[in-house]
């Protein structure tokens, strides 16, 4: 249930339909009240983030060289229209393949999403609910499992934690102190995923600002001994003891999650070009 502010507030006065999953009915999109976010980028190879990505109809962005960035984030939903959660997204740079990407890539990125076809793709998406599992599995078709997640958030510094659900260890830390700040916006976030071999692209609608900063001491680490494919995935990728370039943090986090839009099938492979940069 929402707060009678909330519900005067023209950012959550929006549309719902009705979704049912195997966990209850929901509405979308779903509205996000009282939120907190610690998101890192990082740099990775192409190649390296393109063999977790797997999607023929999705290519990996070239933003820095023949790096893309990687996104690791951290939420804690205090206050949800599906109840309180925990998540954390691990999401690679891309675009549909036979588009092109204006230039330069790192500030389409940043830009406006109805402006150009870039956006993100989630490849690892833990939850701490049921509920929010089934949401996001049925509704998007996103990797999502149930884990515990920890978040704790405390001026400057920050330590995260995902469970390894197989053993109940650390699967992946992120710690340390952020480096110097400046003020900036939270961004807007157009997601790509499939559900039943249909591409969508779904637009996450952001407000309440955030610290912009340098990595700072921050470190993301991934157990050695784990054998859970997301463990697996932040290794192929290289980020097993990265520094991030740079972090975003707020503790005013509110956001609505739209329902997903078909997004048309590319041309075969043989005829579609490879996403260019221009």
Request: proline share 8%; charged share 20%.
């Amino acid at each position: 249930m929402s707060h009678p502010d909330w519900d005067q507030d023209v950012f959550f006065q929006y549309p719902l339909s009705r979704f049912s999953t195997s966990a209850g009915e929901i509405d979308l999109p779903i509205l996000y009240y009282d939120c907190s976010v610690v998101m890192a980028l990082f740099r990775v190879d192409v190649d390296k983030a393109a063999a977790v990505v797997r999607d023929p109809d999705l290519v990996v962005v070239p933003v820095v060289g023949g790096q893309t960035l990687v996104g690791v984030a951290f939420y804690e939903y205090r206050h949800t229209a599906i109840a309180p959660y925990n998540e954390v997204g691990v999401a690679v740079a891309v675009g549909p393949r036979g588009t092109s990407a204006p230039r330069p890539a790192l500030w389409s990125l940043l830009g406006p999403l109805d402006k150009n076809p870039l956006g993100l793709h989630i490849v690892d998406l833990p939850v701490t609910t049921e509920a929010a599992c089934a949401a996001g599995r049925e509704a998007w078709g996103y990797p999502k499992f149930v884990t515990p997640i920890g978040f704790d958030l405390e001026g400057k510094s920050f330590r995260g934690t995902v469970t390894d659900p197989q053993d109940r260890s650390d699967l992946v830390t992120l710690a340390g102190r952020f480096g110097l700040g400046v003020p900036g916006p939270l961004l807007d976030l157009a997601l790509y995923s499939r559900l039943e071999g249909q591409m969508l692209r779904t637009l996450v609608n952001t407000r309440g600002g955030a610290i912009v900063s340098t990595g700072g001491s921050l470190r993301l680490d991934v157990s050695a001994s784990s054998r859970h494919p997301m463990a697996e995935r932040l290794r192929a990728m290289g980020l097993d003891g990265a520094k991030p370039v740079c972090v975003s943090r707020s503790e005013r986090l509110q956001l609505r999650l739209n329902a997903g839009a078909p997004v048309a099938a590319p041309e075969p492979a043989s005829r579609a070009p490879a996403m260019a940069v221009r």
